[in-house]
């Protein structure tokens, strides 16, 4: 028994069969060639899945002409490929560093096959390879396992809509909700960063979108407020930097001592911040500043907050563990 064609191909194959064609394809023919047809049990059945494909492909846009004699006799069908074919497309610098940027997002997807076709096709159309490289588009675009609130990010964006969601800022123990108005997403440093309106803070704030736990709930109104004039996603405005990715942190050093932590000092508790044992310090992320203590030795131990000393005595463990050595 021959294998069952699917619909989407039957039509794929009729599309292929009347553009191919110089002149129009008696319907017999059409019953013959194409894979599918042949299913049908009687002629009548035939005739009405036939009747269905025509009707689909022209509500898909797709000019199905039916050709007559002159006494209205039906001769056949066909697709002119003037009415049907593609213009060319000529794109601008910063639309082909837009496709690129999203053929990269793709590739780490299941979109990956489709992506890549598509990009092909667009460089086959009279563009060289090197004019997909726009002088201004550094590096890649990569996604990770904990990149997936992006997908529904995206789709706020796209339809203007307010988000929720539990974000676990550095210095918080625990994620708390918060509804943000989305303005847009960037990618630095080897990380997705959302720029939006944040509600509960009733100010622009930054996210690293690896820090969202659990689902994104789209809202089903429009944000509230839209980005502020002149508003830049790859320049961030004023109360636009990475405030929920800044870490604070009160770190005991030595007298003297731990000049790469005193240098990020915004906070003395003394009067000498040099002979002072206690500083409040700050850094772009847990991980900077967990590098930074680690740097000082034993001549920096951290206070607070809990985040940073989990992290400080991992990396410790880490470097035991690497040389041979036992867990503090």
Known sequence: MPERVDRTERLLNLVICLMASPTA???????????????????????????????????????????????????????PQDRYAL??????????????VAAQVWGQAVMAPAAGAALRK?????????????????GSVELTTSDGALLPLMTAIRQDRTVSFDYQAPTDDTARRRTVSPWGLRSASGHWFLVGFDHDRAAERTFRVSRIAGTVAVSHHARELQ?????DISSPGPGGGPDDESLRATVRIRPGRGAALRRRAVLVHG??????????????????????????GDDAVVIEP??????????????????????A
């Open 25 to 79: 394809v008696p319907r017999a023919q059409i019953e013959r060639q194409i894979p599918g047809y042949s299913e049908a049990a009687t002629a009548s059945a035939f005739e009405r899945m036939f009747e269905r494909d025509k009707d689909e492909l022209r509500s898909m846009g797709i000019p199905v002409e039916t050709v007559t004699d002159a006494h209205g006799e039906v001769l056949g069908y066909r697709i």
């Open 87 to 100: 213009a060319d497309v000529d794109l601008s610098l910063a639309e082909r560093a837009a496709i690129s």
């Open 122 to 138: 667009l460089e086959t159309m009279g563009a060289g390879l090197e004019q997909w490289s726009p002088a201004g588009l550094q």
């Open 227 to 231: 980005p502020p004039e002149g508003f």
């Open 271 to 296: 009067v000498d911040p040099w002979a002072a044992e206690e500083l409040t310090v700050q850094a772009s992320s847990l991980d900077e500043m967990a590098a930074l203590v680690c740097a000082a």
């Open 306 to 327: 809990a985040a940073l000393v989990a992290a400080v005595v991992a990396a410790h463990r880490a470097v035991l563990s690497g040389h041979g050595g036992g867990g």
